[in-house]
């Protein structure tokens, strides 16, 4: 912005809540969590993000922190034809992300993952090269591609994200292992295109002190980008929680009770079992099927056609119960579940949190 109060292009363009209304038909940002300065903390992401500068939200699940970077990145691309790289991941988030945007008219958003088939995937290519695109999510295995590598040098990159940032702390390291080459892509591909590093924003629900520090110092050593901390802590007000005992023989008929008692026969309601192992998932759910419940398993060790499939039943309203390992909570955007099942104490206070 140029600082002019009297400017009517930075009125338009460099005005968020004008650009939230054109890209999104919201008249303004929510409330909630504030920033310190006692505005929108989603607000004051937004505005940071449109400013070019790097950061790192933290976020409560549900509180808008993908509008985060979608809204600066749509902004950017319409003001001078950036490109916008999302690092995530979850293939199932990625595409509930696009779609959604899609189905709001805003067609110049892709994502590149292992679950598109050739052609689809040529095509992501050649809309990148061309620049069609103006936001593209990419699970971070893509970026050992060269295709991919060829493709993004072709475009002025306006800024990185890193989704669910917390993958590159040293509790994440093992669900996402190549999260940790995401720095040093960037800096190589800025080198290559003899240009500065591009501004670098990250964003988390998992707000612990040393993950802070882990995220903060990596882009610090890897690309020499200091990150402004916008924490809206983890605080959700609508959320309840319960502990209940349970002797091991009758964990499965309480599980049954409680999808009974919770959600029961609406059919707008839906929830979520979490188990410790692969074949606990494998065994409850097939306790919840023959107790009438439509339920499947999710878990690391089923081929990409079968996630895709079980996730998509379960994003699109066909499978009223999921049980799976904790991995599945990663990113999982779905508005209507009314119920979590934490089957199994989880290995951590971090595994709790990803299941919560």
Same mark, same amino acid.
Not at 163 to 182: I, M, N, Q, T, V
Not at 261 to 266: F, L, V
Not at 276 to 293: H, I, M, N, P, V
């Given at each position: 912005?140029?600082?002019?109060?009297?400017?009517?292009?930075?009125?338009?363009?460099?005005?968020?809540?004008?650009?939230?209304?054109?890209?999104?038909?919201?008249?303004?940002?929510?409330?909630?969590?504030?920033?310190?300065?006692?505005?929108?903390?989603?607000?004051?992401? @937004?505005?940071?993000?449109?400013?070019? %500068?790097?950061?790192?939200?933290?976020?409560?699940?549900?509180?808008?922190?993908?509008?985060?970077?979608?809204?600066?990145?749509?902004?950017?691309?319409?003001?001078?034809?950036?490109?916008?790289?999302?690092?995530?991941?979850?293939?199932?988030?990625?595409?509930?992300?696009?779609?959604?945007?899609?189905?709001?008219?805003?067609?110049?958003?892709?994502?590149?993952?292992?679950?598109?088939?050739?052609?689809?995937?040529?095509?992501?290519?050649?809309?990148?090269?061309?620049?069609?695109?103006?936001?593209?999510?990419?699970?971070?295995?893509?970026?050992?591609?060269?295709?991919?590598?060829?493709?993004?040098?072709?475009?002025?990159?306006?800024?990185?994200?890193?989704?669910?940032?917390?993958?590159?702390?040293?509790?994440?390291?093992?669900?996402?292992?190549?999260?940790?080459?995401?720095?040093?892509?960037?800096? $190589?591909?800025?080198? %290559?295109?003899?240009?500065? @590093?591009?501004?670098?924003?990250?964003?988390?629900?998992?707000?612990?002190?040393?993950?802070?520090?882990?995220?903060?110092?990596?882009?610090?050593?890897?690309?020499?980008?200091?990150?402004?901390?916008?924490?809206?802590?983890?605080?959700?007000?609508?959320?309840?929680?319960?502990?209940?005992? @349970?002797?091991?023989?009758?964990?499965?008929?309480?599980?049954?009770?409680?999808?009974? %008692?919770?959600?029961?026969?609406?059919?707008? &309601?839906?929830?979520?079992?979490?188990?410790?192992?692969?074949?606990?998932?494998?065994?409850?759910?097939?306790?919840?099927?023959?107790?009438?419940?439509? &339920?499947?398993?999710?878990?690391?060790?089923?081929?990409?056609?079968?996630?895709?499939?079980?996730?998509?039943?379960?994003?699109?309203?066909?499978?009223?119960?999921?049980?799976?390992?904790?991995?599945?909570?990663?990113?999982?955007? $779905?508005?209507?579940?009314?119920?979590?099942?934490?089957?199994?104490?989880? &290995?951590?206070?971090?595994?709790?949190?990803?299941?919560?």
């Amino acid at each position: 912005p140029c600082a002019d109060p009297e400017c009517t292009y930075c009125k338009e363009i460099h005005n968020p809540e004008v650009q939230l209304s054109r890209f999104f038909g919201f008249d303004k940002f929510r409330p909630e969590p504030k920033h310190t300065n006692g505005n929108s903390l989603q607000l004051e992401i @937004v505005k940071a993000g449109m400013r070019g %500068e790097s950061l790192l939200a933290i976020m409560p699940t549900g509180g808008g922190k993908s509008l985060g970077f979608q809204l600066p990145a749509l902004v950017r691309n319409a003001r001078r034809g950036y490109l916008t790289v999302v690092v995530s991941p979850l293939q199932a988030l990625m595409k509930d992300q696009v779609d959604n945007l899609q189905r709001q008219g805003l067609h110049n958003c892709a994502a590149l993952c292992g679950i598109l088939t050739l052609p689809e995937r040529a095509d992501v290519l050649r809309n990148i090269r061309s620049g069609t695109i103006a936001l593209l999510y990419l699970s971070p295995e893509q970026l050992r591609s060269k295709a991919v590598h060829k493709a993004l040098l072709s475009r002025e990159i306006g800024c990185w994200v890193l989704d669910e940032a917390h993958c590159l702390s040293k509790w994440g390291h093992d669900f996402r292992p190549d999260y940790l080459y995401a720095g040093r892509f960037i800096k $190589k591909l800025a080198e %290559e295109q003899k240009i500065a @590093v591009p501004p670098i924003a990250c964003f988390t629900a998992t707000a612990k002190k040393d993950v802070i520090e882990d995220i903060q110092t990596y882009f610090k050593n890897e690309t020499g980008t200091g990150l402004s901390l916008f924490e809206g802590g983890v605080e959700r007000a609508n959320l309840k929680f319960e502990v209940q005992t @349970v002797p091991a023989m009758t964990k499965l008929p309480r599980i049954n009770d409680l999808l009974g %008692e919770r959600i029961g026969k609406n059919t707008e &309601a839906f929830a979520v079992v979490f188990r410790a192992t692969r074949e606990d998932t494998e065994y409850t759910a097939k306790f919840l099927s023959d107790q009438g419940w439509s &339920a499947r398993h999710f878990h690391a060790g089923l081929t990409v056609a079968e996630k895709k499939e079980v996730q998509d039943s379960f994003l699109n309203g066909e499978l009223q119960v999921i049980c799976a390992t904790n991995a599945f909570g990663m990113g999982i955007d $779905k508005k209507d579940i009314r119920l979590v099942i934490h089957g199994d104490t989880p &290995a951590s206070l971090e595994n709790y949190l990803q299941e919560a």
